[in-house]
């Protein structure tokens, strides 16, 4: 992460975050990692680790590094059964905050990265988990429309194997994991294969660093961007 921030100037735009610039990037992700870092001191009853308000120019990639640091000696001294603050009611503990750092950053590192024009994949089991993730806990705290179409998409993992069907239900999301071998109850209007890491992308609409085979309507991806964005 801090080494696509540290690799060229901070004033310039990141393609894939709208509006930002690196700094801005850069900013939000040290105030990410200071705010889980407390979050997790709180839990444990250690002393909160101070954050700075985070300096101008090119001197937010130490500030952002210091903050990264302090998150991962916090995720290395809490066992991950230690019962903490999180926004999600179904998992109070250190193991969602590891897990939720690991995949926000993931994603931030690829966009960091996209500034300078040197994008890598995510690993191949974080994606995965990243795209459950994304399924089990991010889309289920945000509210649907009640107006959902009730069409579906099959993301379609070339290298572990794994599927997903997503409906998109008036009011909900649905999903349905499968094995190759099985067929689904409902027949998708979307099939999505790639890799795990450009199928994770795709959920975040970032571009992939290799393309994704789509078949069937593609508006249905659209409406996955309605209801989820990042």
Known sequence: MTFALEAGPTDIAVPTCAGWTVADLAVHVGNFCGFWSHVLCEGTG??????PDPP???????WVARACADLISGLE????????WTWFEADRTAGFVARRCAHELSVHRYDAQSARGICTPIPIELA????DEV???LITTRDQPAEGS?????LLSTDVGSEWLVALKPGRIEVERRTGD????????LFVSGTASDLELTLYRRPTLSPVDVHGDDTV??????????
């Open 46 to 51: 250690r002393a909160k680790t101070p954050l």
């Open 56 to 62: 101008t120019g090119d001197g937010v990639v130490s």
């Open 77 to 84: 001294a809490t066992p991950a059964a230690t019962e903490v």
């Open 128 to 131: 995965a988990d990243g795209i």
């Open 135 to 137: 399924l089990d806990v």
């Open 150 to 154: 009730g069409r579906s998409l099959a």
């Open 182 to 189: 099985e067929t689904p109850r409902e027949g998708p209007e």
């Open 221 to 230: 991806l659209e409406e996955w961007y309605r209801r989820f964005a990042f």
